[in-house]
């Protein structure tokens, strides 16, 4: 046993995920301490504004690069994924840019849409965020791919200090949606400027040179399947997972959106722990099997039993204490926000371990099977929130939405299970009967 364990400390796979956590654990205590900072500084409707925002970025900023930054790892030449990243670079301004025409156009009429005329004179800021947000993105793909853990570390722990440290000075002299906002552009963009500073500094002769009209124009091309099926796809899942804080405004009102918005918080600060780690370096190892021939069933295998262990203590947990620690934490006002953590930690924890599910996914290029998926998960979500809004109590919508997230995610895990299997089983048939049966037996 002790030899097993040893084995594992010294793997390269096992000190990258090491790395990488200690800049998540930083980051992560970071916004722990803060929160119940911000939660005595700000009051549920005014987080419940900053919530709508923060859909609206997060929706439009997870495809701000048309998920070429996703394409990174595939190339095995890395001039080929120094070309992705001048594209991701590229997409992200042109995207950024059209949000601001949209924003400053349509700002009025998006404020009503969703029942919160308080954001719309914030809402310039919105393209700044999807940039910086794209940005940090990409790099994060790079730096894996290049395996620069340590720098994402640095990065995390900046952009966490400086996002909830900004955002609480600004609520001591005037808590405001603004606040919130400002706090998190400044986080994001000293974040990407970590980040920026240290890949220029190491890759910039590979990427300087990668840059070619010829050389983007065929990548676009060849990795088109990722903006064809990818970037709906993803669109599609963020969409449904910010979904309530939308749809929740619009027939609760915003207060309800605050709770949702930190219920949802309480949850992901430990499942992000480890699951952002794990996801850089899971991938990296993932497509370094892949394109060796090894067995990937193995790994996924491996990787998904892993998560599924590390899930159970803390979901019961917060299942049993999130409304109690809600409210001695964060103060009672906001005791809601850990009832409706105690349902979404289903889904959440259940989505925690369908990781490895996805990036084989990516991985075997199934861009079209899960994208078709999205899309009956995208109206799942959208059919509960608006049941219960027209049907039940807010807390009901949020019950309903958080069963069809654990049914979407089992249904992924087993179905990247089968056909890993199916793969493997295939490849074992075949390296038993060699097409050669001169090769057989040897002789």
Not at 12 to 26: A, C, D, K
Not at 243 to 254: D, I, K, Q, R
Request: charge should be positive; glycine fraction near 8%; proline fraction near 4%.
């Amino acid at each position: 046993m002790l030899s097993y364990f040893s084995r594992i400390a010294q793997s390269h796979f096992f000190r990258n995920v090491l790395v990488l956590m200690t800049g998540t654990v930083l980051a992560q205590a970071i916004n722990v301490a803060f929160v119940p900072v911000l939660s005595r500084l700000y009051d549920p409707a005014t987080y419940g504004v900053f919530g709508v925002y923060l859909s609206i970025v997060s929706i439009v900023s997870c495809v701000a690069s048309l998920r070429y930054d996703m394409a990174l790892m595939l190339p095995k030449d890395d001039r080929d994924a120094a070309g992705l990243l001048w594209l991701c670079g590229i997409v992200t301004s042109g995207i950024a840019a059209i949000s601001m025409v949209v924003c400053v156009c349509f700002g009025g009429q998006i404020g009503r849409l969703l029942q919160t005329p308080e954001l719309t004179p914030w809402l310039w800021a919105a393209p700044i965020s999807i940039f910086l947000i794209g940005i940090w993105q990409s790099l994060i793909f790079w730096a894996t791919r290049r395996k620069k853990f340590h720098i994402t570390s640095v990065s995390q722990v900046t952009r966490a200090a400086m996002g909830s440290g900004s955002q609480a000075a600004a609520g001591l002299f005037g808590p405001s949606v603004l606040g919130l906002i400002f706090g998190m552009i400044l986080g994001d963009a000293c974040g990407s400027a970590v980040f920026s500073s240290q890949v220029l500094k190491r890759d910039w002769p590979l990427i300087r040179g990668a840059l070619s009209r010829s050389r983007l124009k065929r990548l676009l091309r060849e990795y088109s399947d990722f903006p064809v099926y990818t970037a709906p796809q993803s669109l599609l899942n963020t969409v449904s997972a910010y979904v309530p804080s939308l749809l929740l405004a619009h027939y609760f009102g915003v207060a309800v959106v605050g709770y949702y918005t930190f219920g949802v918080r309480i949850v992901l600060l430990p499942a992000n722990l480890v699951g952002n780690s794990l996801r850089s370096v899971l991938f990296q190892k993932a497509t370094e099997v892949y394109h060796s021939g090894g067995d990937t069933y193995a790994l996924f295998k491996k990787a998904t039993l892993g998560l599924m262990g590390m899930a159970a203590l803390p979901t019961l947990v917060i299942m049993l204490l999130a409304p109690m620690l809600a409210a001695f934490i964060l103060g009672e006002e906001w005791r809601t926000a850990g009832v409706y953590a105690s349902w979404l930690v289903l889904w959440l924890a259940v989505g925690f371990c369908n990781v490895p599910a996805v990036l084989f996914g990516q991985i075997y290029r199934r861009q079209r099977m899960l994208f078709g998926v999205e899309v009956v998960l995208l109206v799942a979500r959208v059919l509960a929130i608006v049941l219960g809004g027209i049907y039940g109590t807010a807390l009901q919508a949020v019950i309903l939405y958080s069963i069809v997230g654990v049914l979407y995610n089992a249904f992924l895990i087993a179905w990247a299970w089968t056909f890993l299997r199916r793969h493997h089983l295939t490849l074992s048939t075949t390296a038993d009967f060699p097409a050669d049966p001169s090769a057989a037996v040897p002789f």
